[in-house]
Every structure is written in C-alpha cells, then in structure tokens.
C-alpha cells in the first residue's frame, strides 16, 4: 500500500487556510503552502490545490458548524496578491491515476455542496470575496458560496478556462452551478466555458456570474458590511458555545483494517471486500440536551457519525481494490433508538439540528461510494432507525431468518423509525425508503404504520426492506456465492451500474453534479486528448496546446 | 472517407423486419437477416442487431406514423424460434470503433424513444410479444414498447447480462428504463442487472418487468386479445389512408457534400466546419389540410424535417471531423409563417399533428447531437417559427445589424410564433426559450409579447435572442476567429460541456438516458475493462472472461 491518505486533521496542522474569528463573521483565509502539497512532484503554486487543500477546507467548515455555532456569514477570500485562487493544480493532476482524479473530485464536490448547503441546514452563509484572478477550480470554490463579491480592477476575472486550456471540464460543479444555480443563459455559458481569459467587471455582473462588483477601492469595506447584513439576517440562533470536535479513537491494523470506538473496518484482500461493522451504544443516552452537549463528540450519535464518515472516506481513497463493502451492525436497537429520539425531540436545538444534519452528509458519501455495497442482517444487529438508514443506501441486503445453530444472540431484527421518513434525504431529495418504493409509493405508507416494531425476517421480507431472508441452511453459501461473484465482475461496469441504479426519478443540482458532469469528466479523463503523452494536461506548462484528434464521437 | 452510411431506406429493401397490416394492428416482425450487416466481420446471430437492423426499425416507426395511420397497435415480435432478441451484436461492437460505438448508442436511443413516443403523440401504442431469450438490447427494445407479455416456459425471459457478461451497461436506456419505468424495486433491479440468465415467469411480473406473463399455450391467443383491446381504446382518430414517404430528392457531391430540395450540406474540411443551409418555401402554402394531403411529402413542412434530419443524420455518421455545425437560413419568413401556421391551425388533424411531431423529433436531434453548433442570422435569412427555434438549439448564434456593403439580401430579422412557446419542447419537457430564459423566466412573456414582429439585430439582442450582433465592420473578422477557436479545441471536452450546457434544470427519462447513462456507457467504453485486449468485449465468444483491472474508481 501507497502512504494512506489521512482526512483527520486540525487547525493546528493547518498548512493552507486561516480562520480568524470575528463574532457572528468568520474570516477564511486561503493561503496555500507551495511546498504543503500531498504527492511529491508538484508545486501548489498560485493558491492551486490537491486532495490535502481541501481535506482542511473540509476540516474548517465542520469545525464551523460544530465547534463555532456562533458564525453565521464566513467569509472566504484569499491570502495572496493577485490571484483568488488557480483552481486545482493541473501537474498534480498530470500526475495522478484515473482513480484518484475521480476520489479527488468525488471529495472536492462534497466538500463544495456541504458549504453551500450551510447556509439552509444552519443560517451559515459563505461569501466569496474575489480579488485577483479566479480561474477554474478557483471559481468552483465561489461559484459554491451563496454570494459572491468580485472587484472591480483589471486583473480580477472569474474564468472557466479548463475546456481551451486543458481539455477536461470544470468538473468541481462548475458548469452545473452556472447554468442551474447562477442560471446563466446558455449561449452566454458557451462564450463563458470557452474563453480562456475570462470574464472581469460589468459584464461578469450582468451575465450573473457575480453578484456583486465592487470597485477596488470601497472592496473592503463593501465585503465587511456585506458580511454583516448577512450576519444580522441570518435565522441562526444566537450560541455562544459550541463543542470540541476531539481527535478521533481510532488505530489502524494491517493491510488497511481499522479499529475506532463504535466502528471497525477489517479487509479481506483476496475476497476484494471491506466490513464496516458498527456497534450500536453501549451507555443509555443523555438525559436531554444539555447532557448531550456535555458528552460533545464523545456522545454515541456524533462519535459514530465521525467515525462512519472517516471509514468510508479511508475506504475510498487507501482501499482501491476492495470492490465490495458489507455493512454490518450489532447492538441493541432500542438503544438506537433512544439515543436518536433525544436528538429528533429536539430537533430545534442547534447542536441535535448539527448532528442530524451531519448524518444526511454521512449518509450522502456513502450514495456517491462508488463501491458495491451490501447489508448483512445478522443476528445480534441493531439496524434501527438512523441505522436501518443503510439498508436503504446500500445496493443489496440479506437478512438471517429463523435461528442459527449455536448462534446465541438476539434474532435479526430491523426497526423503523421516524428518521427513515424525512430527515435524511439523498442527493435527489427523496427519503430512500421513497426511492426504493418509487414505483409503490404506498409501501411508504404501509412501512410506516410498522414504526418502532422491531420486525423480525418474514414481516421485513413482507414489507420490502430487505432483499432476501435466508435461513441457516442457506445463509453461508448464499452470501459466499453473491460475494465471489461480485468480486468477479469488472469494477467500471459496477461503478456504471450502480451510479444509475441508486438515484432514480428527479433531479437536483447535486445529483446532476455527481451524475451527469462527473460521468463525463470521467470520460474526457479516459480520452488521450486530455491525458495522453500529447494530451493537454501532459502538456501543461510546457508552452505547447495538447495535440488533438479532432473526431467527433 | 469509408463508405457512407445511409439512413434512408424503404421496405423493398428491408432484410431485418417485416410488417403485416391487419387493419388497428400491424404485426412488425424482427427476423435479422445473419448476412446482412452493415459492415463486414461479424454475423448478426441470433435477432441481434447493429445500425443497419435499427436504421430499418425507425424507417417503420417513420412509415407507421405517415403511411398508416390507421394503425393503433403495433405488436413487436421475433421470427425466430427460441429467441426475441439477443440484443446489439457484440462482435459488431467488439470490432467498432469508439465513435462508432456512441453513435450507433445514440440512434438506437432515438428510435426507442421515437417508437415509445408514439402512444403519447399518436395514439399507436407498442406491445412487445416475447417467446424466448430476450437478453440486453432485446430486452432494451422491449422497455421501450408500453406493453410487455412474456411467455411462461422454461427458455423464455428476460435479461440485461451486459454488466456479468461483457463488462458494459445495457447503455440503450435499460438500466434507466428499470428504474424510472419499470419502477422496480432499487435491490431487485441490482439483482437482475447482474445475473446473467435473467429472470423469467412469475418473478418476472412480480418485479415489474414484465407487464403479463402468459403461458405458453394462450400465448398467441392473449397477444392477438390484448393488440385489439388496446386498438380498441386508443384515442387515435380512425384515419383510412396515409401519404407516401417518397424518396428524398438529394444528391451527393464531393467530400460529404448533400444537396436536397430544400437543405444544402457543405463542407469545410480545412475549417472542421459544416454548413447546413436550409431554405425557406418558395411556394405559397397549400390552403388546407386537404391541400396539404395531397401534396404529402412533397409539402414543404414535412419535406423540410426529412431533408434536415438527414443531413444531421448524415454529418454525424459520415463527417467525424467537422466539430461544428453552421446552421444558416434564406428565404422569405413569412412564408415560413404560413407554412406552420396551417399546421397549427389544425393540430387535431391527423397529419398536421405527425408534422409538428415530427418537427419536435427532428430538433431533439440536433440538441443530443455532439457538435458545436452556432447559427449564423445572415441578411435574407429567414428564421422564424419553426426555424427560429434553431436559433435557441444552437450553442451560440450571430446575427448581422444593419446594412452591409454590396449585400442586397433583405435586412436579417428573427420572428417568433406560437411554435417557439410549446409544441416543440426539448427532451426535458421544456420549450428551448424557457432553457434560455431559466433565470429570467419573465424574458419568454417580453419575447412572447412581440409575437409575428420582424425584429431587427438590436431588437432581437435586446430580447436577448441571439448571443451577439455584428455590423459589417466586424462580422467577417468575428466569425473566423470564433470558427477558427472552436476547431482548435478538443473535441472531447466540447462534447462533455455541450452536454451539461445543454440541459439545464429538471431531468426526464430521457435526459437521463442520454445524460448519465449515456455518459457511463462512454466512459466505459474507454476503459481496457470493456474494450482493451483482454477486456470482456474482444473475450466475447472466446469461452474466456474479460482480465480485469480490480481496481475501483
């Protein structure tokens, strides 16, 4: 295994970004380190960013919403002269396999949407506040802010330049967020998305690319006043506390395994499969709110939130090879349950909305896993509730039916509850019960009236929750024959697959991201235009265009 | 240049299908003629299919809805024992090359759409009647009738083996049709989209996908039953005769060069640049339906849409290098006018309301065709109406202002008609202003409001109609450099933003299949897990599985 890509950190190891902390405004400074890059053999020069950027930036905003409840505008702008950002460096992405440009902008992507949904999830509007030459991936960064402020002098533009310049798309949201989001008219998004230089001053106004522009000098003052105003509107309880989010219990074992405090991760590399297996609670839950702020990141509902996200993430970018990711849980249900139910009664205290909200997000990652996954119902388990969540997210589940011989723990069981009908949507805004029972909407309804009941194999089986029931005799094998088989087929067609198969029905900016944008750039990150020897991304820098075949396919 | 592939075809020379006409029903019967492929080095076994059999089927669609239009239900069966389809030739694919490969993806797409359509447009509903294996691209011809009957024996069923078996998606809006028409359950649809033999009796109906499953023995009986109940229920309006789709008038010339009788095709190699200039009617409009009947395929409305869908066709097929398409016009635009208005005037007759429909086919053609398009508002031109909406198809437009030296032509105007404002929307079921005007929704009422006007450059720019007015100063300089640009540029990444600038805001069926699905198919058919040397699609037929590369990304 190649050095392991590690997304914990803090702002004490912070290389790239500053906060400073102003009250209700918090000022975010991108200041890339040139020499803090993740991989050997790049520069990050010109505020450009790697996978190691952004695992900071993701760092900051969930320490903005849990460890500064008291933010409600941030304000990010950059810390060099003359340039906002150069969006993602390109010899890095030179440089890099196809499997990690597409992790890379898998992360970067959810990283974006989770900024841009701050502002409804928690009253935490982010400006961008532009200054200098906002290129690519640069704009991605502001086209992601809900407000965007860009000065008025003849250096500043915003650009989409990656279609003339490098031959790939502006893959980070880009072109999804100027035609659904800024709602730029299309042919303006053409002239836009092909010129290199950009566009700067009035015309970015006019064309919505901004929102506001600023001459240079009232851009300060402008930017603080702004940062206000959206401060003094914000629906944001006033918090003065919030909590600390405290490194995470976690060793890593051979091969890639990993052991953290509610979740183990164990590979088994010839099968090409990865368990997650999560641990219900083991302490009853806090009384109320004020107790669960008490335990902070040590209660069971954020604890495993945190450690389900790392796992997932660690899978996904240090496990390249294990094509299959078996979920499996054991615990107590109804402990689930009570420990959720706090938060669900409470769902206007800031700290229960944080943590719901960062479930979705958890949850969401695990949609966009481009793994196959699968949900053993096993006896002993605690699907319940936020848990019984992942039947729904994953491709498949098999649940034991009946007793197992010599098998002494408590019979399967799975076990609704309301969070599996509403605060938790996917990417489309759909529940995922509402998603699996697209064509039965009525089994929507049917399920609920089974709220709370801990049903055990056949009354699942009845209600559609599981895929299949297997008895003692066949469980074994039956898994066996599904997993050997899974792991035979090719890893694209699966990816292809399940992209397809897990978002069915509408649409939203989000899943059209993830979707339709990103299937292309991985297209064009396949085509040797783009990354062949004289592809343009090869030739990056070298003073000479990439050297096309021009057929239309 | 290879040999040119022809989309024009009639049924004295199909090899591949036949039709009985038997009053409200027709009986189109797919009996694949093994030696008759279109290219050589492959054998079409088995019902399978490549370009040559489906540019047959949509001759037949095509005549079905022109040349019988007395026909309410078209009934899909095999002339082959034991088999229905075994869906797109694999070693057809295994030999093709890439842009051969989404092309022929894409047409295949278009006439299932086109024959699904057909209910909704026309009151001809499609049964498929399936006895025996019905694998991939069968089973994909089937989810695009509104009906499906399976036989219940032991060798009938229905499959999509293509991710198990040859390491691609079922790419011609199977998976796609699963989920979103089929509705079936999210972890059903994962099972049967890996299992290679696919699933057949009452597992089949259980699931949805099938509609019936019949046995054996009444097979016959129930297909004739439900052909004539389905008949029998149409809204379609009894109609006794249909007009001749007689042969195009159109000659070739050099380099891919066509001339119709009223489209004319140039080409620029040099430049990658195509030229489709379509002439406006010369002759005053028939004065009635009846009029217009008699002239059938002569009638400038329907001859226009056949010329022009060829030569789109005809470009993308034969003319890979030239990466943008010059929509020109000339003409007188009120002729235009009363051309369509006729057909406006009487959408509740049968063959006015084919022509409109047909029109809307035609121009989601040119939206999912993978070129640069822009149209060039010359002096004489004569967009209106129906053309005008090629103006808002197009990447990008130019429009002259004011007078030019030596040019005599009429000043260039644009006119708006009703035909802009609904009965031509775009795959995703919106009008193409409403696209344009996504974030300035009150635009389409201003635009609305100078219905009928000739509007001049500054009037048409001010409406935000066109992307850019030149005077006679800088058009010619202008329009080189944008033209000369765009041929510099990968065309890969163009193809990829086309496709996201596209489309803007909700999502069908439809703009999912040539958006997501479509886009994964591509990526897919890069990766050396499909298409390299020991991939699954040069393995086929080998007794060997495709060497995959395990890696996930």
Redesign the interface.
């Known amino acids: 295994m190649t050095s392991r890509i590690d997304f914990q950190t803090d702002p004490s190891k912070y290389r790239h970004w500053k906060v400073e902390y102003d009250g209700p405004v918090a000022w975010l400074t991108m200041d890339v380190d040139e020499d803090g890059g993740l991989f050997d053999g790049y520069q990050l020069k010109l505020n450009s960013y790697d996978l190691g950027v952004d695992i900071e930036l993701n760092d900051v905003i969930q320490r903005m919403r849990f460890e500064h409840p008291e933010v409600k505008t941030v304000v990010m702008q950059s810390g060099k002269d003359r340039v906002f950002c150069a969006g993602a460096n390109i010899r890095m992405l030179g440089g890099a396999a ?2 990690h440009k ?2 890379f902008c898998k992360f970067t992507n959810e990283t974006r949407n989770a900024y841009e949904a701050a502002e409804a999830e928690s009253g935490q509007k982010y400006i961008a506040a532009v200054k200098g030459s906002c290129a690519g991936g640069g704009y991605e960064l502001a086209l992601a802010c809900n407000h965007i402020i860009l000065t008025d002098d003849s250096s500043s533009s915003v650009a989409l330049p ?3 310049l ?4 502006p893959g980070t949201g880009g ?2 967020r ?3 989001k ?10 836009f ?2 010129t290199e230089e950009g566009v700067r001053g009035k015309r970015a106004k006019d064309w ?1 690319l901004v929102d506001e522009v600023v001459p240079n000098s009232k851009f300060d003052d402008v930017v603080r006043e702004r940062a206000a105003e959206f401060a003094a509107s914000s629906p944001k309880a006033d918090v003065a506390n919030g909590i600390d989010l405290t490194p995470l219990d976690r060793t890593f074992g051979e091969e890639g395994s990993v052991t953290y405090s509610t979740v183990e991760v164990t590979l088994d590399k010839g099968g ?1 499969t990865a368990t997650v297996t999560i641990h219900g609670p083991k302490d009853t839950a806090p009384a109320d709110m004020e107790a669960f702020e008490a335990q902070g990141a040590g209660a069971w509902m954020l604890r495993c939130a945190r450690e389900l996200e790392d796992a997932i993430l660690h899978l996904r970018l240090n496990a ?4 299959l990711l078996v979920f499996q849980t054991q615990g107590d249900p109804s402990a689930v349950l009570t420990h959720e139910r706090l938060l669900m009664d409470n769902k206007d205290h800031w700290l229960a909305n944080e943590v719901l909200q960062y479930w979705k997000r958890v949850l969401k990652r695990i949609d966009v896993t ?2 196959s996954m699968v949900a053993l119902v096993e006896h002993g388990s605690c699907f319940a509730g936020v848990l019984a969540e992942l039947l729904f997210a ?4 098999y649940m034991m039916e009946d007793e197992f011989e010599g098998d002494n723990r408590p019979i399967a069981t799975i076990t609704l509850s309301e969070t599996n009908f509403g605060p938790f949507p996917m990417g489309n805004d759909m529940t995922r019960l509402h ?6 909407p009525d089994a929507v309804e049917v399920a609920k009236d089974h709220l709370g009941e801990a049903l055990e194999a056949e009354d699942a089986d009845e209600l ?1 929750l ?2 299949m029931i297997l008895d003692d005799i066949d469980w074994e094998d039956e898994i066996r024959i599904f997993m050997e ?18 978002f ?4 939203t900016m989000e899943t ?1 991201i993830f ?3 990103t ?6 990150f ?2 040797p ?2 990354v062949g020897p004289d592809g ?1 991304l090869q030739r990056y820098g070298t003073g000479m ?2 050297e ?6």
Chains 1, 2 share one sequence.
């Open positions: 196809h499997s597409v992790n990656e279609v003339p490098l031959a790939v798309l072109l999804t100027v035609t659904d800024r709602k730029v008219r299309r042919d303006r998004a053409d002239v998305c092909s919505n090409r390249l090879d294990e094509g481009s793994r994953v491709d498949r589940s998603a699996r029972f697209y064509g039965t559609g599981v895929t088989e899974r792991a035979s087929f090719s890893p694209d067609a699966m990816t292809g697959m399940e992209a397809n198969l897990r069915v029905g509408p649409e059209r979707g339709r944008l299937a292309w750039q991985n297209w064009i396949n085509r235009n783009a343009a265009r990439g096309y075949n021009m057929e239309r396919v």
